[in-house]
């Protein structure tokens, strides 16, 4: 669980993305003079032929991106925290005004995922690490003054976050699974004294988080999330530990999202699904429970909001076909305002200055990585805080997405964004198709930072889809690949494979399949269903077999994936997981597989990388694995993900490209 008030970076954006190879020659020569890219002591290729070490000048200016996420405000002066990467991991930053130098406050091998000040006169910072990719963050604060590092937590094998402060600001809320290591139990701690730390609440799942503290922070508002579908709220008693259900349950299955006090304490402030397709914003009343939806006329889902210190005014994002727009509410007349301008793009990780007046956030854009960003609440004006480099890239000339759809085997109209390249590439042009992960998850048109180089270099369209699973497109819409329906989402594919011949700037004999984690699941489901009609597959700690999978992640969140997966422990859904697994169909795979995988995953371990490598080898397939041994659910750390995404490049020229010839610009 992140600390909140970080927007999600793309990690498979940074894993997939591929820049390209030098010409045929060159590589030879290269090959012949033994200058080669050699991988570090953490990485393990089996496979993966020599990568010319050429490449790297030739790919450079796409692998030198950088990005920014707004983390928090500064309790007392106009200046932010951002998380930003200046070595091979990204780290806390503190910037003092809008453009003015980024000035590193953390220095560790491992990244910094997130972080927030002491709000009362920011003396230190709370921040989570991992080691190596296992997910089993620890929080750690740093003080202001000194710069020293203290661990808060356990510092064992135990998951710890979703840091909430309390009102008065001396007290933190977070979850835990130290006691058993599956079970999500509540804590409350004075970060400067971690002797304080007491357990609030003992629960059962790993689904529990603290959305807010009541204004008198007597209170603790919290979620329990048992899956997409399917939330509820409950207000616990600090003191007692004593827990009281907000949101009973109905026959209906409710989502319930970002959730705050309003500034009484007398109600909540909530994104809820009760009622209608998408998640809107509304107010519930804790004494009558009464829910008022407040956009009913949008027909999209309320993504995220939160709350001046005031309770006066209100902002919220909404998810409008994968496009971010931006709100502001008076929550005394309930008015809201759009706010124009933003690019358009991604936005999260609001967080209002202590005063009130001023927003802050991050956006990501196709043309821009992510960046800091601010609203002045009385005048609507934006200002950026960071300019993210670029690696050299004009970024105004890179091509921007469209919308596009077709229709799957059912009648059901699937979309996705697609990404042509320049119009000095004639002719039709190779295809990389990219699955998202999750499943509960979209592909938006944010920045592809790598992936840029197979559009520009390579002339290669890119098409991200949203099958069905995906969220943003209504709760009906995110069920229907649930249990025994999963392979309808692998026929969404196959319906997009039917479209492609259709248009004619796209080269169906030409085409590519690549996923990370649950897109990983789809490649090796899309490898073994449709061979035929695609030339190679790249899978990124995708799930080989729901029911080893399902038996061998983290137990923690063991039962969140059952409700979207199936139970495995029941004979019936384990005889279908064992039939349709692409482990079990891996004999149909012809077509040349890339796996990559982090050996600490918790939530794919590598056994399901390496039981799907080792069976397409029997069968005699080209496969390439590359396993990093010091990274978990995707490459962090820039050094391994450089080599991957070398190796990539390889894997795309010689497999999806055929004659490397053909690779270079014309």
Excluded at 195 to 210: A, F, I, M, Q, Y
Excluded at 320 to 339: C, F, H, I, S
Excluded at 446 to 473: C, D, K
């Amino acid at each position: 669980m992140p600390i909140p008030r970080l927007a999600a970076t793309a990690a498979f954006a940074v894993m997939l993305a591929a820049p390209a190879a030098a010409p045929a020659a060159a590589q030879r020569a290269d090959s012949a003079a033994g200058r080669t890219i050699e991988p570090s002591a953490n990485l393990v290729a089996d496979g993966v032929p020599a990568i010319p070490a050429r490449l790297a000048d030739e790919v450079r200016r796409y692998t030198e991106y950088r990005s920014a996420g707004f983390a928090d405000w500064h309790p007392t002066r106009r200046e932010m925290l951002v998380v930003t990467r200046f070595g091979n991991t990204p780290q806390l930053h503190h910037v003092r005004a809008p453009g003015a130098a980024r000035t590193q406050l953390t220095f560790f091998e491992e990244p910094v995922a997130g972080g927030s000040w002491e709000p009362r006169a920011g003396r230190y910072v709370v921040f989570g690490r991992d080691v190596g990719g296992d997910e089993f963050t620890q929080l750690y604060r740093r003080d202001a003054a000194s710069g020293e590092v203290a661990l808060l937590t356990d510092g064992g094998r135990s998951q710890n976050g979703g840091v909430a402060w309390s009102t008065a600001g001396d007290r933190i809320a977070y979850g835990s699974t130290r006691r058993n290591g599956a079970d999500r139990d509540l804590y409350v701690m004075d970060p400067a004294d971690p002797k304080t730390d007491r357990r609030v609440l003992e629960v059962r799942g790993g689904g529990w988080s603290v959305s807010d503290w009541s204004p008198d922070d007597r209170r603790l508002l919290v979620t329990e999330f048992r899956s997409v579908n399917d939330s509820r709220l409950w207000l616990v008693d600090v003191a007692s530990g004593t827990k009281t259900l907000v949101t009973p349950d109905t026959a209906e299955q409710t989502a319930w999202g970002s959730a705050r006090f309003d500034a009484a304490g007398t109600g909540l402030w909530v994104t809820s699904d009760r009622g209608g397709e998408f998640r809107r914003l509304a107010h519930l009343d804790l004494a009558t429970r009464r829910l008022v939806p407040l956009t009913a006329d949008i027909p999209w889902d309320v993504a995220s909001l939160e709350l001046t210190r005031d309770g006066r005014t209100l902002a919220f994002t909404t998810n409008e076909n994968g496009v971010a727009k931006l709100y502001l509410l008076d929550t005394a007349t309930r008015r809201r305002r759009a706010v124009p301008g933003l690019p358009i793009g991604g936005v999260g990780g609001l967080a209002w200055r202590p005063d009130g007046g001023e927003l802050g956030f991050t956006v990501a854009t196709a043309r821009s990585p992510g960046d800091a960003w601010s609203l002045d609440a009385r005048t609507l004006k934006l200002v950026r805080w960071t300019e993210s480099e670029t690696g050299g890239l004009v970024t105004d000339s890179l091509p921007l997405p469209e919308l596009v759809g077709w229709t799957s085997f059912d009648g059901r109209e699937i979309s996705g964004f697609l990404y042509r390249p320049p119009a000095r590439f004639t002719g039709r042009r190779p295809v990389i198709v990219s699955i998202h992960g999750g499943p509960e998850s979209q592909s938006t048109p944010g920045f592809i930072g790598r992936w840029n180089y197979f559009l520009n270099e390579l002339g290669v369209a890119l098409l991200f889809p949203n099958v069905r699973g995906s969220t943003g497109y209504g709760k009906t819409f995110v069920k229907l690949d649930n249990g025994t329906d999963r392979l309808n989402s692998v026929k969404d594919i196959g319906a997009l494979l039917d479209w492609i011949p259709s248009q004619p700037g796209l080269d169906s004999a030409r085409v590519m399949v690549t996923g990370g984690s649950y897109g990983g699941y789809m490649t090796l489901a899309v490898a073994t269903t449709y061979d035929a009609r695609i030339r190679c597959a790249l899978d990124v700690v995708g799930i080989s077999h729901l029911g080893t999978f399902l038996r061998n992640t983290e137990s923690y969140r063991r039962d969140l994936r059952r409700a979207e997966y199936g139970d495995e422990r029941d004979p019936a859904t384990r005889a279908w997981m064992d039939r349709t697994a692409p482990l079990a169909n891996a004999a149909r795979i012809t077509k040349p597989l890339f796996v990559v995988q982090g050996a600490n995953d918790p939530r794919v371990p590598r056994s399901e990388a390496e039981q799907m490598v080792a069976t397409v080898k029997r069968n005699g397939t080209p496969v390439w694995y590359l396993l990093a041994m010091d990274e978990g659910h995707g490459f962090r750390k820039k050094s391994n993900a450089d080599f991957q995404f070398y190796a990539t490049v390889a894997f795309v020229r010689e497999h999806l490209l055929g004659d490397t010839r053909q690779a270079a610009i014309p």
